[in-house]
């Protein structure tokens, strides 16, 4: 179907249901139907809803599919029907719904997608509480959980989405109307899921849902049409972040200007420079964007050279209605100077509104820049020597030659010394080279001759031109160096979050491995981080030798808000040093806390599973032991009953009940505290050589009438095993009575055995529905059923009460496919030694079983 067109997607989206999303599917249908379109409905669910069933009228419908599942059978969309018919829309009810086990596609939103593929236009609907993004936030609200969910980015793929809406008060009239359950399921559903709250708490995640899905095509849209004005359709505020100590302030500011409108967003930036270089302090900006997670904000990082220009286009880009900036950190004559960002950015928004906020640093100014060279100290020291070497050594040369040389060859060759001192020291050397060599031409070579006066102005000219032209190039040589030099470091501290970044990601210990990155990295003896306990200090980790025992006492310490503190012993660092030593305490105290978290759900996971457990049994055992202790007492009480005249059969068969419900109360609690003695290693176990013909026959008899047909394949030959002859038998009877459950008609469960190297394995074979590879682990967890939910059959002990007692006789249990389908249990068992003697067998006594072999309670 490669040159078919993808059909088109049309859903109707609704908050509850009853709100009438397929009567508008249909609807729609019939709509198309009139204007000559090919209409088919691929299936439709009306739940017996009169009006719904009539819009089905005159629509040509796909007849179903049967599907049998469990000995259930089912209907479902025939979607090779569908396929085959070919038309050019079909509706296509529930897309959340899942489809019988067995079929082509586990949900039908994956049969839509097939026929979307076809070309064939679908008409769908959707609840909201089955959106994945939201099941969650419904379960919440309204306390039932949706276990069918379709993938958000499907319904977003659609070309058209349609809010059927209605108002709590109108859809709760409907269904007190009858009009959507039954009479009978009326009131109990307007007590619990349709409760005016939660259908107003719904309304509003469906139309937020909504919303967002039209954002995203207005998005599409103006940049399709290349639309770079902003429409204001929803507030957006934007707060620009410098690093600086206003930050936050600028970030509530921001929140509390978004809190004013429902619905608005709140969007952090922070501009780079596009080479890399920032003055930003990225402690503070990680805090920052910390805080701004908090707020529900969202952070962002852009880079551009303009700052204004940049912060506008971020903002256009966002469709942002509002710009929130600081007040100018700088001083009177710098913005006489230079308007700064504020005002920039101001008259070039346009219709976004910009708000300037003012904070603690407004108007502080910016202290003057020391005058640092970008070059090392050896570079300068040997331009100076070259200086003082060259400049004499030029004179004395160009005095000696003096003749036909006029003094613009003699400035030339002053200015090579200059310009070669200037690429190799600086400024500082280069300043001092000119304005020697412009003394020793006015001194030597300007007219008149051997005086510190220039009669002739082009010379005066000249010699000016020569300083100013050393002074520039040795301006942009240590210009170029310190950047260079910046970009280096910025470089290296890029490498060394990178490197710290990715030893946690791999798995490393996230504290020790930053306190050890920021050792190594900075050439440190050790590093400590430190916690404030009440008025002193206590080490949390401490890496490398001797470390310091108070954050003052280390060569350098960073504190971490008001409780941290990360010291590093070693050497002096310098204050460039300190900004990304800042971003390491950092994010040592997340790292601290995050290991803090994990302990505490480490401490709490035992309770947890406890508390999961003691959950499982009390929900499992509650139906067992209400069922017999209730067939008991009804038996008994008849017995007792003075105004009841009873034969002798029926005391006999209430005496028969009784027994039997006492029976099954007995080996539901043996199974429990089996279970609880095998958990807490205090079952004992007492093993002897026996051969498995005495063991099994026992176990069928356990079973009763249905096991006698059960075929025996057991070898003659076949050695005795090592085990204790009670507790196999309660393996046995638990897998042979699991068998039984699930072996189809006309086809009883098979036991053999066979002997591999010293150990014997015995199976039981049944062609029942099987377990899926992937849940063959679970069947061995207590109180676990698998999905099934028949509680009259035992609280799911069974199977791991087997692979528990198997092991303790140094055995193992372990499903296995039986050819054909269905499920083998093998039970592998170690072979006994030789055979005693007759007298030493006859002097043996041996021990009784703990406890009657009880028929297995639980579902493989």
Partial sequence: MGGVPRGTLRIYLGAAPGVGKTYAALDEARRRRDRGT???????????????????????????????????TFTEMDLDAVLARRPAVAVVDELAHTNVPGSRHDKRWQDV??????????????????????????????????????????????????LVDMAPEALRRRMAHGNVYAPDKVDAALANYFRPGNLTALRELALLWLAGKVDDQLDRYRAEHRIGGTWETRERVVVALTGGPEGETLIRRAARIASRTKGAELLAVHVARSDGLTGADPAALAGQRGLVDSLGGSFHQVIGDDVPTALLDFA?????????????????????????????????????DVHMVTHAEAGTGWRLPRVRSGLAPRRRIIATLLTLALVPALTAVLVQARGPANLSIEILGYLIIVVTVALIGGFWPALLCALGSGLLLNYYF??????????????????????????????????????????????????????????????????????????????????????????????????????????????????????????????PLPAADRRILAAFAAQAAVALEQRRLAEAAARAAPIAQADRVRAALLAAVSHDLRTPLAAAKAAVTGLRSADAVLSQDEQGELLATAEESLDRLTRLVENLLDMSRLQAGALSVFPRPIGLDDVVPH???????????????????????????????????????NALRHAPAGHPPVITASSLADRVELRVVDHGPGIPAAHRDQVFQPFQRLGDRDNT?????????????????????????????????????????PPPSLAALDEAEPRPPLHPPTPVDDLA
Wanted: glycine content about 10%; proline content about 6%.
């Fill in 316 to 352: 256009r880009a966002e469709n942002a209605t509002q710009l929130v900036l600081g007040a100018s950190r700088r001083g009177r004559l710098a913005r006489v100077l230079s308007p700064g960002i504020g005002v920039t950015t101001t008259n070039l928004s346009g219709p976004i």
């Fill in 38 to 72: 090919d209409v088919v409905v691929g299936l439709v669910e009306t739940h017996g809803r009169r009006r719904t069933a009539a819009m089905l009228d005159g629509l040509e419908v796909v007849p179903r599919r049967f599907a049998e599942h469990r000995g259930v």
């Fill in 113 to 162: 997608q097939e026929l979307l593929a076809a070309g064939i236009d679908v008409i769908s609907t959707v609840n909201v509480q089955h959106l994945e993004s939201l099941n969650d936030v419904v379960e919440t609200i309204t306390g039932v959980a949706q276990r069918e969910t379709v993938p958000d980015a499907v319904v977003r793929e659609a070309s058209q989405v349609e």
């Fill in 793 to 833: 059959i035992g609280v799911g002990l069974g199977l791991a009460l087997s692979r528990g007692l198997t092991e303790a006789m140094n055995g193992t249990l372990t499903p296995e496919d039986t050819p054909g389908g269905g499920l083998t249990m093998v039970v592998s068992l170690p072979a006994a030694e």
């Fill in 446 to 571: 300007t007219p008149p001759l051997h005086h510190w006066s220039v009669a002739a102005g082009d010379n005066a000219f000249a010699l000016a031109g020569f300083v100013l032209v050393g002074t520039m190039v040795s301006r942009v040589v240590d210009l170029s160096a310190r950047r260079y030099g910046q970009a280096v470091r910025a470089s290296a501290e890029a490498a060394t979050l990178s490197v710290l970044a990715g030893s946690v990601l791999r798995g490393e210990d996230a504290l020790p491995a930053l306190l050890d990155r920021a050792r190594e990295t900075f050439a440190m003896t050790s590093a400590t981080l430190f916690e404030r306990d009440g008025d002193g200090w206590r080490a949390v980790l401490s890496v490398g030798p001797d470390p310091c025992a108070r954050p003052e006492d280390g060569a350098v310490d960073v504190p971490v808000g008001d409780t941290l503190a990360l010291a590093l012993t070693g050497r």
């Fill in 699 to 737: 176990a069928l008899d356990e079973l009763g009438p249905p096991a006698r047909r059960i075929p025996i394949r057991i070898p003659d030959d076949l050695p005795t095993i090592d085990a204790d002859p009670a507790l196999l038998e309660r393996v046995l009877v638990n897998l042979v009575g």
